[in-house]
Structures are given as structure tokens and as C-alpha cells.
């Protein structure tokens, strides 16, 4: 999807803002929203391509004025609400009216630890050999999905150079949707900063690195 | 918690006031509402009270820039280890007790004379979590977001930092599920310290690539322990 979220090169942002000494959470309902994310996501309801798609998919205006941890916070409700793990009556009031669904695991304090040691691997057995190998040019498609994607639009149409094959991982534009891992290669291509920025680059000899999946790339023929 | 102090103390920046939501009726409704929904999912069952506090005492303890700092003085010192950092990082991390959500696929980039190497997540806010913690409110923002891969010499001017005539600004987007950490140029003169003296030195921006280490001079290196690690 061309979202909002998807700010690579962006202008009128404004400069960086640097919080001295930021401490990890400003309010204690941040850290609550933090834990509710996590735990919640632990129920195996949906994945993290999933809850990324419903975060970037929020109200454009509400996605970049309203703050992260309230993007969490109205993703984790929206996902809750889509799951039929809860009611918009029950959203809206706070208490339980409908019996809760089954699901898939309720994670509890004793697996904690082990739970965030283990993460979540996206690394797969590939189905089919690597299309393309380190050093050798691409281009990037043309590829604008309606739906959740992890293709920048900064890059689409531009040529880069793959600098590393990171295996075959779960391929985030089919998980989202609920159709499974399907996994794909993955790549680091490295771009120059005048390829993808015109005349605007800042230096002739920068390079700016994005993963792509193999279903991101074409060959360039030469 | 105060693990995480030394490598967010960051003398080299350039600092701005951080615009918050300053309007507390909204804060207040934010807060009432996050309240109101834990209550449902444990109500419900689908959340189990001790373990989203546990989940939380996590994220605030066990995970930080300590933990990188720690890496990255490994890897000055030692170049066995700093060889498996480059080749394997994820391994490489792993074996120092650093693993799991947020930092299973890792890839260490090292800065040289010639290259300069800055991390971004420019569609949301990717992060490694075990080595660096969660991200500070700037890395989620939209101006670092937009402007890291367009612009990344002046976003690095913002933090203070300016390279060396002739070295390359490498930007590393975290569009994937790959977490990249930068291992920076060990400081001069830091022969004589070692390895917990030369974790002080590492802070946090110096491993997102938007700051460069401390010199010995900017610490006390007789901080006590319980600090330093």
C-alpha cells in the first residue's frame, strides 16, 4: 500500500528531536500498551506482518500526529476487534459482555523469559534456488499492492547492486493477508544516493541499503 | 534500569525540547482507555496479569544499549570475536547471553576510515531490541524516518556528528525482519582500558551509526561497576 507510514525521503518533516536522558516510557500507560501488544500477540491470533498492516493502515492524519504508542495502542484494538477477541461494545465500554473466543495460547509469567529469548525466526527452507547472487545488478518492479508491503516506495524503478543474500524468510506481503509464510529470498541491495535521489543527494558516493525480497526485483538486462 | 544510563547520556548532541502531547485531558482519556482495555483482556482471559507485567519488567531490565556496549568493547578488543561479530552476528551476539525478539537476524556493520554506517527503519520502527533496548522516541519519528535516507549527512549534523572529508555515509534501512547494529571505530588512545573500561565509551547513538563513541576523556572510568555493565 502507498501509506503514510512509508516516509523514506519524505519532505517538511522538520529536524530530528533529540530528547536528553528520554526515559523508556513517558507515562505508565505506554509501558501498559507495550506489555498488552506483546501479550496479546503471544495469543497467536495474528502475526507481526499482520499488526504491522493494521498500524500503517490507520487514518493518515491520525497515523502521524497521535504519537507510536497510540498507533500501538489503536492497532492492538483493531486487531482485537478483527480477531473476535472482543466487541466494539466491549471496546467501548471496558467490560466483558461476550464470551471470549479459544485461543490459540494465553502466555503465562513462568514462559516469559523463554518466550522473548526464543523470538520469532522468519528464516525458511527454500522451495526453489536463489534467483540472484551477490554483486549483480537489479531493478527494483514497479510494485504498488494495495496492501501491506515492505518495498519502500522510495526505491521502485531504481537499479541497485545486491551486497548480501540473507537466506529465504517468510515473505511479509502474503503473511499479512492470512496466506500463510510463503517464503521467499531476501536480499540487501545497496542503491547510490544519486540514483535514488537526483540531484538532491547530498554526496556522489553515499549508498543507502534495503531488503528486498525476491518478488521486489527483476533482472537488468543489460 | 539505570543499566541503560551511560550509553543515553549523550554530551555531543544537539538538543531540542521534545514536543509531547502536552494537552492532559487527552493524556487522561489515553491513559483511561489503555486501562479500561487491560482490564477487558484479563477479564477475558486472553491475558494473563503476571505475565504482561513480567513482559514489562523485561523490556525495562533485561534489554538495553548496555548489552551492545558490551559487544562492541568485545569486539576492540578481541578479534577472534569481532571476525564472528562480522561473520555471524547473530551467533556472535547470542554468545554473550543476547538473543530473541527483535534480534534474531542480526548483521553487524563496522565502520572504517572509509565508511560510516547509519541505521534507520524508514516504514516503522524496527529496532534491535536485545542489544539496544526499545528506540527512542526520535528513531520512531517522522523527521529521522524521511530524512535519514535522503539526507543523512545533515540529520548527522543535527546529532552533532560531521565525518571526515571522503568518508562514505552508508544508510541502512531495516526493512526486513534483519536487525543491523554498527560496530563503531574504537576511540584513540584507548589501548591501556580495557574491556568493561571500554564499554563506557559506547553509547548508544554509536550503534545506530547518528553518534560516534566517547573519548576516554568525556567518562569517569572509575565509575563503579554496577554502572559500567
Redesign the interface.
Known sequence: MNGV???????C??????????P??????E??????V???G??GQWN?DIS?YA??SLPPSQY?SI??Y?IW?LG??KL?LQSG??SEE??A????EVK?IE?NR????A???A?????????REPALPAQFASGQSVRVKNYQPTTHT???A?IRGHIGKIV?V?GC??F?DSHALGLGEDPRW?Y?V?FDADE??GE?A??A?????????EPYLQPVNS | MNEDKPATQHQDHSHHEHHHDHDHSHLDETALRVRALETLLLDKGYVDADALDKLIENCETKIGPRNGAQVIARAWMDTSFRQWLLDDATAAIASMGFSGRQGEHMVVLENTDEVHNMVVCTLCSCYPWPVLGLPPSWYKSAPYRSRAVSEPQQVLAEFGVSLPEGQQIHVWDSTAEVRYLVLPQRPAATESLDERQLAQLVTRDSMIGTGLPLSPDQVDLNDSPEHAS
Request: glycine share 8%.
Open positions: 507510514h512509508d516516509m523514506g525521503g519524505m519532505s518533516h522538520g529536524p530530528v528531536e533529540v530528547e536528553e536522558n528520554e523508556i516510557f513517558h507515562s505508565d500507560w509501558r501498559r500498551v507495550l506489555g498488552l506483546l501479550a496479546a503471544a495469543t507481526l504491522r498500524r500503517e502521524l504519537g507510536y497510540r495502542l492492538l484494538e482485537l477477541m472482543i466491549e471496546l465500554s471496558g467490560r466483558m471470549p485461543v494465553v502466555l503465562q509469567a514462559d516469559v523469559d518466550a522473548l529469548a526464543a523470538g520469532s525466526p522468519v528464516t515492505r518495498l519502500p522510495y548480501r540473507h524468510h517468510v511479509p531476501l540487501c545497496r535514488l535521489w538532491r547530498e554526496s558516493n553515499g549508498a543507502i541499503h534495503v531488503d528486498c525480497w
